[in-house]
């Protein structure tokens, strides 16, 4: 039987990002085993009659212990497991998978780049990017090998460095989103708007921008509007502390949701998605999926952010760690209904265009099959 391994940092993750693809692929023939963080979702990856393998990762840390030990497990699961394709989602363990890929002498290898994250953030790449482009640019020159991009310009960042050779590359424009669960919902008649923010609290992702834009609006929106922060607290080093969000959240105006499993219902309720992020994205599935809802965006001119939003058309782009042109932008969709509505059925569309979970499905079955041979 054909053998796919998923290396996904947490299940958590995988279920909300690559689950359909491992289902898609074990429905076709492959026996799929999840290798990933347990977080207490065991369970439901097993639910659906996958295999799932703890790892031992830290999904932000840099402890050189810590990363040794991740890849010297994917080395030993490698060597028992030559004859697989290996699937790695994420830049930790494209770095450490793929370098025990090469070493175990894995069959077939993809690699999913889904955004560089912090290192590769800002203009210039410094000593520590270098070196794990190094890594990669080692552990890739080899056969069957495939590297999947969600955006241009990391595939021409990779291409620069010779991490692999164009022959290799592939382009899906994010993870998709089924189209037929996520449908078009009027936005709700109400009198007071929602404007919905949703991402790990960490301030790459702009929830610091997105407060000070809330801030700079109160005096003309309070009472009349809410803005909704939805996401887990993080652990990294720009993390934003929980004391922080509980003093600049008052639970009103400005209001700080957690973790929601709901985001569907959540985006139903609201009438604008923001998502002022300067983090290296790849596509970031909440807006891909505010798209297929129909709600109007407004996101930063960067890296991933950009890929789902044509300006003017389905939403708007801001400068990044601009709090001043995010509160004007929101302030144009506040101001108007019409704007929003015209956006958010520009969304769907663009939605049914360019984001279907089918294709991204169909496609990542092609390219198993292509490394496979």
């Known amino acids: 039987m054909k053998k796919l391994l998923m290396i996904v940092n947490e299940d958590r993750f995988f279920l909300s990002h690559r689950k359909e693809i491992a289902l898609a692929a074990q429905h076709a023939g492959w026996q799929v085993t999840v290798v990933c963080k347990d977080t207490g979702m065991r369970q439901d990856v097993e639910a659906l009659g996958l295999k799932m393998v703890d ?39 494209i770095l450490w998978g793929g370098l025990a890929a090469r070493l175990a002498g894995v069959h077939g290898v993809v690699n999913a780049v889904s955004g560089l994250g912090t290192i590769f953030s800002g203009g210039k790449i410094g000593s520590t990017a270098k070196g794990i482009l190094a890594v990669m640019r080692f552990a890739n020159k080899r056969k069957r090998v495939k590297v999947i991009f969600q955006n241009q310009e990391d595939r021409s960042l990779f291409l620069q460095y ?19 669960q996520f449908r078009y919902v009027p936005e709700p008649d109400s009198d007071t708007l929602k404007v919905v923010f949703a991402a790990r609290m960490v301030r790459e ?83 891909i999926d505010a798209c297929a809802v129909g709600r109007p965006i407004v996101t930063t001119n960067s890296i991933g952010c950009k890929d789902v939003v044509d300006d003017g058309v389905n939403g708007l782009l801001v400068p990044v760690r601009d709090s001043v042109a995010l509160a004007c932008k929101l302030r144009l969709l506040m101001d108007s209904k019409e704007l929003r509505q015209r956006m958010g059925r520009a969304a769907r569309l663009k939605a049914e265009r360019e984001f279907s979970l089918q294709t991204v499905v169909d496609r990542h079955l092609e390219i198993y099959e292509k490394v496979r041979q």
């Not at 010297?72 to 930790?92: E, I, M, Q, S």
């Not at 219902?265 to 994205?281: D, G, K, T």
Request: glycine share 8%.
């Open 162 to 180: 010779g991490v692999i050779a164009d022959s290799q590359t592939e382009f899906i424009k994010g993870s998709g989103v089924d189209l037929n």
């Open 55 to 93: 790892m031992p990762i830290n999904p932000t840390g840099m402890n050189l212990r810590q990363e040794l030990r991740t890849c010297w497990f994917l080395l030993t699961l490698y060597r028992k497991n030559r004859d697989a394709v290996v699937h790695h989602v994420g830049l930790k363990n």
């Open 205 to 287: 992702k702009g929830v610091t921008e997105l407060i000070e834009a809330a801030e700079r609006l109160r005096s003309n929106y309070e009472g009349k509007a809410e803005f909704w922060l939805c996401g887990r607290l993080a652990v990294n080093a720009d993390a934003v502390p929980q004391q922080e969000l509980e003093r600049r959240c008052d639970g009103r105006y400005i209001q700080w949701l957690g973790f929601r499993k709901d985001m569907k219902s959540v985006l139903e309720q609201c009438h604008i998605v923001a998502f002022p992020s300067y983090y290296r994205e790849g596509v970031p599935k909440s807006l």
